[in-house]
């Protein structure tokens, strides 16, 4: 069973930080790439970052210079370093991958940057 379990959000003021993390099992993790997407209220789910099996990184726009995606291919677990956050930050945030022919996704964990 492919499970993979978001934590590390909360509430931050504009100019703060948080980890977040994803635990991640029932899947090779090695051989995955691993993603974060974020929603927020009213506004589709995007793609925030993402990391190949072979650590390549890519990021959205809007977030590149202020957030890193790392992973540590021993724990199973990939991370989201986000640094001067701000308000429109404010989401909820879902670890992805794609596993056993269908996209899998954590339940997500609410992060929320008052100005």
């Known amino acids: 069973q492919v499970q993979l379990v978001e934590s590390g959000g909360g509430l931050v003021q504009a100019g703060g930080s948080l980890r977040l993390s994803c635990a991640a099992s029932?899947?090779?993790?090695?051989?995955?790439?691993m993603n974060w997407y974020r929603q927020a209220p009213g506004k589709q789910r995007e793609l925030v970052a993402s990391?190949?099996?072979?650590?390549?990184?890519n990021y959205a726009d809007s977030v590149k210079g202020r957030f890193t995606i790392s992973r540590d291919n021993a724990k199973n677990t990939v991370y989201l370093q986000m640094n001067t956050l701000k308000p429109e930050d404010t989401a909820v945030y879902y670890c992805?991958?794609?596993?056993?022919?269908?996209?899998?996704w954590g339940q997500g964990t609410q992060v929320t940057v008052s100005s």
């Open positions: 990391i190949t099996r072979g650590g390549n990184t």
């Open positions: 992805n991958t794609w596993a056993y022919s269908a996209q899998r």
């Open positions: 029932g899947i090779i993790f090695s051989i995955n790439a």
